[in-house]
């Protein structure tokens, strides 16, 4: 009995419960609400600070105007260059740009640049006000996603196209061309026009053509009167006659 009590005293001793509740003394509250003093209460309010009135009331003064928020100087430097960009230009392409890498930009500005086509990345919080007040205002629908401009001061559609060709990062979505509003297909079709200098060649020669044509018209009558006098006058002649003179010589 006493080895079993010997290890019965060291099992519990060995054994902990999972679960310990522990009780703490609270603290003793020593601070508790208490009124302020009469004098303090008198002092507080004789030092309190009263901000002087206004001599005029607030309501007889005139109400001010709503300021307009004032534009951020680097947007209105933006405006300015977008505004000279689109007067000095005479064609003026809308495409969607997708991000591409800046090795094919570059590759892109360099291929566009033998044409005299330059590239342009705009803002279209910039762009839409200053497409609103210029010709180009048909163009705002377009403005919707990232956009790119292609401007150039000649109207190389075919070449444009040749090189938008290979990048379909760079989607055609319209132009304007010497003054005129175009779509894509509208863009394609100018492409396939001749030259200036090739339509100015063929409308002359048209013009030329009208006006030779014309005048043999006109001299062809009196070149064939003409002949018919000089067969008529030289039967006369061989056959001895006289031609015959109108009355009144």
Not at 69 to 87: I, K
Not at 118 to 139: C, D, G, T
Not at 241 to 249: M, Q
């Amino acid at each position: 009995m006493a080895a079993l009590g010997g290890g019965g005293t060291r099992w519990r001793r060995a054994w902990l419960p999972a679960l310990q509740l522990l009780r703490r003394g609270s603290k003793a509250v020593t601070r508790h609400w208490k009124a302020m003093h009469f004098q303090r209460q008198k002092l507080l309010a004789l030092t309190e600070y009263v901000s002087p009135r206004p001599a005029v009331p607030p309501r007889c003064l005139p109400r001010r105007s709503p300021q307009e928020p004032q534009e951020d100087g680097y947007a209105r430097v933006l405006r300015r260059q977008a505004e000279q960009t689109l007067r000095d230009s005479r064609m003026v392409a809308v495409c969607h740009y997708n991000p591409m890498a800046e090795e094919d930009v570059a590759t892109l500005r360099h291929y566009l640049r033998r044409h005299n086509i330059h590239l342009k990345f705009v803002l279209n919080e910039v762009m839409r006000p200053v497409l609103a007040q210029s010709k180009f205002r048909e163009l705002l629908p377009l403005f919707v996603c990232r956009n790119v401009l292609l401007v150039s001061p000649e109207a190389p559609a075919r070449e444009m196209l040749r090189v938008l060709k290979g990048v379909p990062h760079v989607t055609l979505l319209g132009a304007c061309i010497d003054d005129t509003i175009l779509s894509r297909r509208g863009v394609e079709n100018f492409s396939r026009l001749p030259s200036l200098e090739v339509s100015q060649g063929q409308t002359v020669a048209a013009l030329s053509l009208l006006s030779s044509q014309t005048s043999s018209l006109l001299q062809r009558g009196p070149a064939h009167l003409t002949a018919l006098l000089d067969e008529h006058i030289r039967r006369l002649q061989g056959t001895g006659g006289a031609p015959e003179t109108p009355p009144g010589h």
